[in-house]
């Protein structure tokens, strides 16, 4: 019993092929020589970018860190963030006459922590009163989600 060839099957068995190889490709750790492709591992390492410097930037721009402030938004239009850049908190200090509430700055495990508002595992970086005059700056020291 000879096998029916169907004009439509080829292509369509083409199209699944290539389909599953390059998911598998954008799923897989690569080594190529001396050059390293690997983007499932994290951090990743990017070799050194001679033309980038250090830039500084003022969270929540001219209206400072404060209550009532999308900083989702905020950093996605400030973002590329690169290793030396410098993130800086300024806010007013508390005072025993103001109405309102401290402000602290925490550094979260990963991403689920912030999503929850999940304070168990995460790091106070900024005290209340270190955000007055130039505000604290926060150095970028390694590649990661912050």
């Not at 492709?37 to 929540?60: C, E, L, M, Q």
Request: glycine share 6%; aromatic share 22%; hydrophobic share 40%.
């Amino acid at each position: 019993m000879a096998f029916a060839y169907n004009d439509q099957a080829f292509p369509l068995l083409a199209l699944l092929f290539s389909s599953m190889f390059a998911i598998g490709l954008a799923n897989y750790a690569f080594n190529w020589g001396s050059r390293t492709w690997d983007k499932t591992n994290f951090p990743y390492t990017h070799p050194p970018n001679a033309t980038h410097t250090s830039n500084r930037f003022i969270v929540g721009g001219s209206e400072n860190w404060h209550y009532g402030f999308n900083y989702m938004d905020w950093a996605r239009n400030n973002t590329p963030f690169f290793v030396n850049d410098t993130l800086v908190f300024k806010y007013d200090p508390p005072n025993a006459n103001a109405t309102g509430f401290p402000h602290s700055v925490y550094l979260f495990p990963n991403y689920w922590s912030f999503i929850k508002c999940d304070f168990r595992k995460a790091k106070r970086i900024v005290d209340p009163s270190e955000g007055a005059g130039e505000g604290f700056e926060f150095v970028l020291k390694k590649m990661q989600t912050y």
